[in-house]
């Protein structure tokens, strides 16, 4: 008897080990999501968690993905290739803010989506400034895959709407409330801003171009690459939820 509840406790112990492996921690002590194998453990928990391609779903969809090349504040090349990844959620929230631009002829351009924690420890090292750039010691909402960069285009010739500064200006002029602006400016700004709000996105207060998914609290940080998450994909099957979810 004693023997079996001795092993019985090991046999937890065991358990719970494998349990705790499976979320690393960052020299911050922030719990990160780092395997397939735990990303897989919280789709199969939730299928919000399911991390998607938005150029799988938004055909035609604008990449700009600027840390894919040199062309970014760091002036290194972060990401070995552009892609844009959200959760479901903020993912087919998305599809309805490019729906309501398609009706005025404009088209979304994403700068960045989904960001592997790495790169937020790499931005921090080049750029150590939490009004612009994610505190390490808590992760970024980008890391979460619940926070997209975005801007506007226009559908007939692919040609970019003015707004107030470039994408990753880092300045007041870039504020949502800054106003010594021209009205075109100020009007292209805003209604981005208006349509992102009306899907459940709230922009932060120091980057025109940058809004939260709400709810970003209950997605986890992850440190995964995009390769790691296409292979990861994979495994977790069938995508034939969207076009169910879509249709009404
Ligand atoms: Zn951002």
Known sequence: MTMRKMLYLLLLFLLAGS????????????????????????VRQNDDNRMVNLEALIPGIRLDIRYATASNFTGQQIYPYPAAWLRKPAALALVRVQQALDSIGLALLVYDAYRPYA??????????DTRFVADPAKGSRHNRGAAVDVGLIRKTDGSLVPMPTAYDHFGEEAFPTYNKLPQDLKDNRDLLIRTMQRYGFEVINSEWWHFDFVGWQRFSLLDLSF??????????????????????
């Open 19 to 42: 349990v705790v492996a499976q979320v690393a921690r960052n020299p911050h002590n922030l719990p990160l999501v780092t395997t397939a194998e735990a990303y897989l453990a919280e």
């Open 119 to 128: 790169a937020t420890l790499k931005f921090y090292e080049v750029y150590p």
């Open 227 to 248: 390769g790691d998450l296409r292979k990861a994909n994979k495994k977790a099957g069938k995508k034939t939820f969207m076009t169910k979810e879509l249709s009404h």
